[in-house]
């Protein structure tokens, strides 16, 4: 299965439409995103994906009741987490939060083949354990290039993918 990871949007719905433009293009099955929405107009921007879409607060989402709300509500392929969120995706276990300490911790448990987190909007990557911990960078592109990653759950392999290209 191919897996969009992002984090951090921060209001950037520009950025935000360069990233599903590409993980259309790539046949992703699903987007996990590690935080930082702000505002629920980008919840709904994520739904013209067409696919799940999983994700957890982060420090800097505006009102987390609106956006809770939104997801619940109004859209159909969201789903929000508060602080960690889980997903199996065909027998490959994904945990993801906002902050790169829970992650360690999750990590630290082995549970999991993928750990996700965003919040320092830096790429980074490493492995704990049996477990791969994985900060896809930003989507805002505050901290320079802003960009995501794909995951290959059959492979492991992680890919990042830079937005200022497209």
């Known amino acids: 299965m191919n897996i969009a990871i992002m984090s951090d949007s921060h209001d950037n719905i520009w950025n935000l439409e360069k990233a599903l433009t590409l993980i259309r293009a790539e046949g992703a099955e699903m987007i996990v ?30 009102s987390q009741f ?11 392929h969201i789903t929000l987490f508060e602080l960690i969120g889980h997903v199996d995706a065909d ?10 300490e829970v992650a360690e ?12 987190y965003g919040h ?33 759950t059959e492979t492991g392999l992680i890919r990042r993918v830079t937005l200022t290209a497209v």
Do not use: W
């Open 33 to 62: 995103h590690c935080g930082d929405f702000v505002a629920p107009f980008m919840l709904r921007e994520l739904e013209k994906a067409g696919i799940p879409v999983y994700g957890v607060l982060g420090n800097n989402d505006g």
């Open 66 to 76: 609106l956006l809770a709300r939104t997801a619940l509500i109004d859209l159909t």
């Open 91 to 100: 027998g490959y276990a994904i945990a993801f939060t906002h902050q790169r």
């Open 105 to 116: 911790g999750l990590a630290a448990t082995a549970r999991y083949d993928l750990v996700c």
């Open 120 to 152: 320092s909007h830096q790429y980074r990557r490493e492995t704990l354990g049996r477990t791969l911990l994985l900060n896809p960078g930003e989507i805002m592109g505050k901290n320079g290039d802003p960009g995501f990653c794909f995951a290959d």
